[in-house]
């Protein structure tokens, strides 16, 4: 039987095929959930507006202490950055999106740039400038890849050496998951588990993950997007993730 937080992300996505759709993974997989798995609780929140307290309230609710705030943030920013790397925003994202405000710093200024273009785009345009951006007739634009920007080819050694640190860390691979783990999306959505708790690993793993693994290369995909003649509403989700990594590479430089 179903528990009430999937319940309800279920209601809200307008059914189980819709919400499989919005959070990219195959509808037999939803089907099969009792409640949402602590690693999706994310970006299940990020597709229905419906807050993780209510969607998995045993991990949440009374919790707030176990996560510190700068984390919590951290979290909410790689799980944003996941979801819109995983698929295209439909309507009802971009009306959310729209209600992003910001503040002076560079980071909020890049949240305020994308609310704004939430507010003057459709659904069906952002479609398909991500189809031509990470899809395309053979290929994208862009390949967001840890493999291919540090080798130049996909399925390469950085994917092995990912793996492996993953495994480590007791991070298993989701069977209905297509793309390999050194896309940018997933990575994004591993360092948001991890950041905000869901994930259980050792202190420091979302640092190691980091640094071996996003840090060489993901800054550059953001500025590639950032900078895409192809991209309009991206160019934005490129401004933002560049901004956001440079804030966690100067925050891991940091003495501990």
Sequence with gaps: MRDLGLQEAIRAAGGVSELARRIGISQPSVSNWDRIPAERVLSVEAATGVARAVLRPDLYNGR?????????????????????????????LLGRLARIRGDATPLGIAHAALGEAATRVASERVGREFFDLFIGLGRGELLPYASYYLT?????????????????????????????????????????????????????????????????????????????????????????????????????????
């Design 152 to 256: 130049g080819f996909l399925h390469e050694r950085p994917l092995a050496r990912l793996r492996g640190d993953l495994q480590r860390f007791g991070i298993e691979r989701e069977q209905d998951q297509s793309e390999p783990e050194d896309h940018a999306a997933i990575l994004c959505e591993i360092l948001a588990g991890l950041a905000g708790g869901q994930l259980a690993a050792p202190a420091g793993a979302d640092r190691e993950i980091f640094e071996k693994h996003m840090a060489p290369w993901i800054g550059r995909f953001f500025a590639d997007l950032e900078r895409s003649e192809t991209a309009d509403f991206y160019a934005r989700v490129g401004t933002l993730g560049r901004t956001f990594v440079e804030i966690e590479t100067e925050a891991f430089a940091l003495p501990s």
């Design 64 to 92: 707030s202490g176990e996560v510190e705030e700068v984390d919590a943030a951290r979290s909410q920013e790689y799980a944003l950055l996941a979801t819109l790397l995983a698929r295209s925003p439909d309507a009802q």
